[in-house]
Each structure stands twice: as structure tokens, then as C-alpha cells.
């Protein structure tokens, strides 16, 4: 009976190697969110807040992977668990006891690695509170890890892992809820999304009234005088209705462009991707697209001096 009970079956191979994947995969994604939440709310770079547009991409995912991978974590070492208790042989089949050491090695050296990182920052005179919260979510994640393994190991103290599993489960809980209140819900998401469009398109649109002026010196009478099969020019619309952006000659020089958006922009605080554009020249004003809820139009000067020399020059 206990020969068959040691006997390692491919239903112990699957579940082993399914809780150890998936808790490297929970502890990854849980790091990294704790991540992005420091960097959020401790910018490197105030003024740079189009970070944050990277930043919620890596949240939704850590959140996604934890809202799927971590429950999927919990139920394996439950039937685990309950195979264990079953049959209490099993706890010393070679490949649970392999991969609990291998998975106390990696994160001995993680835990090594992490406060030698630290040291030497130290010494290098960082101790900035961005970076020594960082050290510390690795370190907890990791030292969490290596103290369930090494109870683990230790068979008599099994039930005490009960309570060590609540609170992890009620601080990955928190870290998940948490992330709601930063990247706000998934409407909002939808409509912030609209908004980078918006913006994207705007941007676009201003390109190319500058390249009509630059090549025909006049401004263009209305947006469906850009189209260009030539050169693949097409006017976008908005994403979310299809209608066109409202545009305005204001003078021989003077434009705007209008849009209506879901959400507000704001700033300094990193909570809006500031958009990415070039322009090919400069603008006279204020070259942003900061907004409001609701319409905004934005008014550009062309600085006619400045590119009709450098037409010449090209």
C-alpha cells in the first residue's frame, strides 16, 4: 500500500508542476504591480506623464493574470492539500520535495540578490523612498514565498500554513482592488481610449494642415480637402461616433480644431498618457492638447517666418 501511495502519477506530475508555474507566474505579476503603484504615485519624472500610459498597460495585465492565475494557484495546492491529507506518503514524493528546493534556491537568491541591490545603492548614496519600496515589495513577495515553501517542508506544521494562505490571499485581494482605483474601471478605460484617439487624431489632423499650408500657402477651407489617395491622407472621424472633428479658419494663418471628449485631462499627476507627436516646425501658443470634459477646441498660429524658411531650405 505505501508503494503505491510513494508512487508518483502523472495527475501528482500535473498538479506539482501547475502550482509552481502559476505561483512564479502570481509572484511576477504581483511584483510588478506593486511596481507600476510606486511608480504611479512616486513619478521619477513629474513632468513626465505620458509614463503613465506604459504604466496602466502593465497594470491591467498584472491585474488580469492575478484576477485568473492566482485563484487557479489557490485551487491546485487545495487539491494538493486534500490529496495530502488522503495520503500522507505523498508528501514525500520526489517531485514535490525537488521542486520545493528548487523553488527555495531561486528565491534564496532573489532574496540575496535584492539586498545586495540594496547595499550597494546605499552606498552609492540612493535611498530615495521609490527605490527602497521596490526593495521592500520584492522582498516581501519573496520572503513570503521562501517561508510557505520551508513550513512546507516541514510536514508537522502544515496547519499553520492555513492562516499564512489567508493573508496572502487578503493582500493580493488588496493589491487587485487597489488597481481598480488607479486605472480606474473598464468604462472608463473604454472611454479614456476614445480620448487617446481623440487626441492622436487631432494631432494627425494638425500635421497635415501644416503640410497643406507649407505646400499651397493657404490654409485648407475644410478637413475633406486633405484627403489624399497619393500619399494615403485620409481624415479620421471620431472612434466613437464617426463624426467629423469640427474645424475653423480663423485667418490666413489661424486654425482650430475641435473635439468632445469623455474625460478630463490632468496634470501634473500621471493619471493621463500625454500624447506623442511631432510636429515640423512650431506652433505659437500652447502645443499641448490638455482638455476638459466635453468640447474643447484648440487654436493654432502658424509662425509663417519661421516655415517659409525652412521650406526654402528643404
Not at 494538493?80 to 525537488?98: T, V
Not at 505646400?215 to 494615403?232: H, I, Q, W, Y
Not at 480663423?250 to 482650430?256: I, V
Request: charged share 20%; glycine share 4%; hydrophobic share 45%.
Amino acid at each position: 500500500m505505501d508503494d503505491k501511495q510513494n508512487k508518483t502519477t502523472p495527475k501528482d506530475v500535473f498538479l506539482h508542476l501547475l502550482s509552481i508555474v502559476t505561483l512564479y507566474f502570481v509572484a511576477g505579476n504581483f511584483i510588478a504591480l506593486l511596481f507600476q503603484y510606486i511608480n504611479v504615485w512616486l513619478p521619477q519624472f513629474p513632468e513626465a506623464s505620458q509614463y503613465y500610459s506604459g504604466a496602466s498597460g502593465i497594470m491591467r495585465f498584472a491585474i488580469a493574470s492575478l484576477i485568473v492565475v492566482f485563484p487557479s494557484y489557490l485551487l491546485t495546492v487545495k487539491f494538493l492539500n486534500k490529496d495530502y491529507s488522503a495520503n500522507p506518503a505523498k508528501l514525500k514524493l520526489a517531485i514535490r520535495r525537488w521542486l520545493i528546493y528548487f523553488t527555495l534556491f531561486i528565491t534564496a537568491l532573489i532574496i540575496i540578490g535584492d539586498l545586495v541591490a540594496l547595499i550597494n545603492r546605499l552606498l552609492e548614496g540612493e535611498y530615495t523612498l521609490r527605490f527602497l519600496l521596490k526593495v521592500l515589495a520584492v522582498g516581501i513577495t519573496t520572503g513570503a514565498i521562501f517561508i510557505h515553501y520551508w513550513w512546507d517542508l516541514k510536514e508537522t506544521v502544515l496547519p499553520k500554513i492555513k492562516y499564512f494562505h489567508y493573508a496572502v490571499v487578503g493582500l493580493v485581494t488588496v493589491a487587485v482592488v487597489a488597481g481598480f482605483f488607479i486605472i480606474g474601471s473598464p468604462a472608463e478605460q473604454r472611454k479614456l481610449q476614445f480620448d487617446e484617439r481623440r487626441v492622436n487624431d487631432l494631432s494627425y489632423l494638425q500635421s497635415e494642415i501644416l503640410n497643406y499650408w507649407q505646400s499651397k500657402e493657404v490654409l485648407p477651407t475644410e478637413l475633406s480637402a486633405l484627403n489624399d489617395e497619393l500619399r494615403g491622407v485620409r481624415v479620421p472621424q471620431d472612434p466613437e461616433n464617426n463624426t467629423d472633428y469640427e474645424y475653423e479658419v480663423k485667418g490666413p494663418n489661424q486654425f482650430a480644431l475641435c473635439a468632445t471628449f469623455n474625460l478630463s485631462y490632468i496634470d501634473p499627476q500621471p493619471m493621463y498618457a500625454k500624447p506623442q507627436f511631432s510636429y515640423d516646425g512650431r506652433f505659437i501658443g500652447n502645443p499641448t492638447w490638455e482638455h476638459q470634459a466635453g468640447k474643447n477646441c484648440f487654436e493654432r498660429t502658424i509662425d509663417e517666418d519661421f516655415f517659409k524658411l525652412k521650406k526654402s531650405i528643404d
